[in-house]
């Protein structure tokens, strides 16, 4: 399932409509307008995302409307962010060690060399 | 018994108050390097070496003691001066193989060079054996796959 949401969303329509569910329900009509696409298209866009969770449908009368589903949204969201963490303390201790106008790496080479 | 395998992708974005040289030699220099490339606070290293160039190796092994241990063994292929660095590597805990992965880091100078602004992607291949030893080992994540498996 984590790996059909990664691969729904490798698709940049597909993300564009997942930004716009996030504003809130829509109709596949709707969600059709800003795309130069055939009403098909979007929903087998739709189908994909429905597929992977991150998306549900509901047909009432005539009208297919789509909205986020936000558990689906949400595991795909903490799985990546618990394996960004470990980069973004990286960075933050790179920060530091950059911070320190002392210890660039030719400075010290220098010091070693007339020392 | 073989588990599925999750791939995914994730991009950092960060800008440093240090021209592009400074950050790229954060990268490039053994003793820098070591300063921030590391676990938590309570990890020791117990294998460090880099070979910085294209074809290279670096192994970065360490442990918390009585806890857990991890491995990172990378391999570079690009590397140019102040603005490219790409290598692939393996991440290992408990010796178990989390993941194989390609990271790209793109430097660009900005603030007429004063500054520089680094984007650190990373495309890798996750194994579940490995996810569950991440999830209740590393970094006290908390019951990650469970929650995973109560939502899906």
Not at chain 1, 89 to 103: C, G, H
Not at chain 2, 6 to 29: K, W
Request: with cysteine.
């Amino acid at each position: 399932m984590l790996d059909q949401a990664f691969q729904a969303l490798a698709d940049p329509t597909r993300r564009a409509v997942v930004e716009r569910l996030c504003d809130g329900p829509a109709s596949v009509s709707e969600l059709a307008k800003p795309f130069a696409m055939t009403l098909a298209a979007v929903v087998q866009h739709v189908q994909v995302l429905e597929a992977a969770g991150l998306v549900t449908t509901q047909k009432i009368g005539r009208v297919r409307t789509v909205q986020v589903d936000p558990a689906g949204l949400r595991t795909a969201e903490a799985w990546l962010a618990a394996r960004r963490t470990r980069v973004e303390k990286q960075l933050d201790r790179l920060t530091a060690v950059l911070a320190e106008p002392n210890l660039e790496p030719s400075t010290r080479k220098k010091r070693g060399v007339t020392t | 018994m073989t588990a599925p395998i999750t791939h995914a992708s994730f991009s950092v974005e960060r800008t440093f108050p240090a021209p592009p040289a400074r950050v790229f030699a954060a990268f490039a220099d053994a003793d820098l390097k070591a300063r921030w490339f590391h676990g938590p606070d309570d990890w020791a290293p117990t294998v460090r070496t880099l070979d910085f160039r294209e074809g290279g190796h670096e192994t970065a092994a360490g442990e918390v003691p009585g806890e857990w241990s991890s491995r990172f063994e990378a391999d570079y292929h690009v590397i140019e001066a102040d603005a490219q660095i790409v290598y692939s590597y393996v991440m290992y805990h408990d010796d178990v193989r989390l993941s194989v992965s390609v990271t790209t880091i793109e430097l660009d100078a900005v603030d007429d060079g004063a500054a520089t602004r680094i984007v650190f992607t990373e495309q890798g291949a996750y194994f579940e054996d490995g996810d569950a030893a991440n999830a209740s080992r590393e970094e006290g994540t908390i019951g990650l796959l469970k929650q995973l498996e109560a939502s899906l």
